[in-house]
């Protein structure tokens, strides 16, 4: 299966919050990354997060990590049209000096 | 340069053709790294070169596929004899020699725009 697992799609309405789900496999991944890829770009870095955190802020970004169910979400507030993009959770472990990443979530926001 | 720096942005291929993809990393960035992105995919890990060490080539799906990086600065993607299934946005993304604790080095990869790769 998937090394880091994210759901394709998600469509919320402008102004609300928006979550993307993330899961990955490896108990040994140091840090975790979201990445965000407008259309016809490459992919510009969010947020990351050490793993021995369960929470970082970022003014309309908020990243939870529940190591135990090696689950990571972005959650963004009051979310605006130009928030439309594909998000990829990515997660870097101690085993590999490359990333490894979702497939990206495609997120739709409708006027 | 400023940022990550890939070349052509664009390239249609026949079937069977080489082609060379050029990246341009961040100056002073040590470890520099090539993904292929198909069509409504993740990115698919090819190749990581860090610095003067063997590169690590785990991520290439055949031998047709091969990199070059000269010390620290630009590297080249070849793909050989190249297949319709080869067609993908290839991006390459550079980083500093280590993500450590802090921001500044745990910012990690800087992508480039990518090379759209289409072979007819």
């Known amino acids: 299966g998937e090394d880091v697992e994210q759901s394709l799609f998600l469509s919320v309405r402008e102004g609300d919050s928006s979550v993307i789900n993330c899961t990955y496999t490896?108990?040994?991944?140091?840090?975790l990354y979201w990445y965000k890829q407008e259309p016809g770009a490459g992919l510009q870095l969010l947020t990351y997060i050490f793993s021995n955190m369960d929470m970082k802020q970022d003014q309309r970004l908020t990243v939870l990590l529940n190591k135990k169910d090696k689950h990571l979400s972005l959650r963004i507030a009051d979310t605006q049209t130009g928030d439309s993009a594909i998000y990829f959770c990515a997660e870097r472990r101690l085993s590999q000096g490359n990333l490894i990443f979702g497939k990206g979530t495609k997120l739709s926001v409708k006027p | 340069g400023a940022g990550v720096s890939q070349s052509p942005s664009n390239k249609v291929t026949e079937k069977g053709k080489d082609v060379e993809l050029r990246c341009d990393p961040i100056s002073g960035h040590t470890a520099l790294y090539w993904y292929r992105q198909r069509l409504g995919q993740g990115l698919e890990f090819l190749i990581y070169f860090q610095g003067n060490s063997a590169p690590d080539k785990s991520g290439l799906p055949s031998d047709r596929f091969s990199a070059e990086r000269t010390g620290e600065s630009v590297s080249t993607l070849t793909i050989q004899r190249t297949q319709q299934e080869d067609s993908a946005v290839y991006l390459c993304?550079?980083?500093?020699?280590?993500?450590?604790?802090?921001?500044?080095?745990?910012?990690?990869?800087?992508f480039g725009s990518g090379t759209r790769l289409t072979v007819v």
């Open positions: 993304a550079s980083s500093r020699p280590s993500l450590g604790m802090d921001r500044g080095t745990a910012d990690g990869y800087t």
């Open positions: 490896d108990s040994s991944s140091t840090y």
